[in-house]
């Protein structure tokens, strides 16, 4: 059985935004990362106790479940350099709220790609303590009895089908999310000048998947970006790969990351809209997007729980 939900602040920041959002797609838990409320932003293993003991009677008054955290540990903002007392930081904060929340699963990365300052690729990359540190955030998360799950984004485990299997190889049991969209426009550091094959980084990280991300788009060569796009429309091969999650039996979440109307990593498509404008957008293209994601899904033959 497939379970939908999403990356709920793509709905919109306000906390009470992503709970009608989901509550109108039908959906019964959300997958957390910035919240707003009671006028504090941020990520939900990040902002102060009393707020998040707030956080969670709204959630409970509301029957929203939080099925898994966003969070920030070793994400593309993240330097390898930066002290390991950060990530250990953020593991000790997180642990026992997802446990107040019974949530599950947790979204990490291996840390930024060390680039220069023309923004290649160094050959100095730290790989043994990027393992080194996996390995410590899986065990903590496993002790805890939650599922760690790297997410094939700007980060060196994310950076090929090559990097996948060595990191892979280098944290036994480690989980992966696997996010349709970014091989779009992540570099595939296994084919210089190209850029990743959504169907090969699939095929590499399924035997170790255990949550998916949906998002779609195009690489725009004229202006060396993304662009995104609903469901189906772009180069993330939506449907074939849920195609292939249907056929060999996937049982769990598949949760939306529209990045359509707003992008987390920086200027979004809404951008010259005015701000009641741009939340209208945010919320209508994610609803949209989600109705999208289930046509295609009872398409190829889903059951949805």
């Not at 593309?76 to 953020?90: M, Q, R």
């Not at 550091?189 to 590499?204: L, N, V």
């Not at 202006?223 to 769990?252: C, H, S, W």
């Not at 293209?285 to 059951?303: F, N, P, Q």
Request: net charge negative; proline share 3%; charged share 25%.
């Amino acid at each position: 059985m497939i379970k939908l939900t999403g990356i709920a602040d793509e709905a919109g920041a306000s906390l009470d935004v992503q709970i009608q959002a989901h509550k109108e797609l039908g959906w019964d838990s959300i997958e957390s990362r910035i919240v707003d409320f009671d006028d504090v932003k941020g990520n939900l293993h990040e902002i102060p106790d009393a707020v998040f003991d707030k956080v969670v009677a709204h959630l409970e008054q509301n029957g929203m479940k939080v099925c898994g955290f966003g969070s920030l540990i070793g994400n593309w903002a993240k330097k390898i350099t930066d002290d390991f007392g950060i990530t250990e930081a953020e593991i000790g904060r997180a642990i026992p709220r997802m446990q107040r929340l019974g949530a599950k699963m947790i979204r990490v990365m291996s840390y930024a790609v060390c680039k220069n300052e023309a923004g290649a690729d160094l050959e100095e990359q730290f790989a043994e303590e990027r393992i080194k540190r996996m390995r410590i955030i899986n065990q903590r998360f496993a002790d805890a009895g939650i599922t760690v799950l790297h997410e094939n984004c700007m980060n060196w485990g994310g950076m090929s089908p090559t990097y996948v299997q060595r990191m892979a190889e280098a944290v036994p049991g480690m989980k992966w999310v696997f996010d349709t969209g970014n091989p779009v426009f992540i570099d595939d550091r296994d084919k210089p000048g190209h850029k990743q094959d959504a169907w090969e980084m699939y095929q590499a990280i399924k035997p170790f998947m255990a949550h998916v991300h949906v998002k779609d788009g195009i690489w725009d060569k004229t202006k060396n970006d993304a662009v995104y796009t609903f469901p189906g429309e772009g180069e993330g091969q939506t449907e074939r790969i849920m195609k292939d999650l249907v056929e060999t039996g996937y049982n769990g979440y598949i949760s939306i990351e529209p990045h359509v109307a707003v992008v987390f990593h920086g200027a979004g498509a809404a951008d010259n809209l005015s701000p009641e404008q741009k939340a209208k957008e945010q919320y209508d293209s994610y609803v949209k997007y989600g109705r999208m994601l289930e046509a295609i899904l009872t398409k190829v033959g889903a059951k949805l729980g």
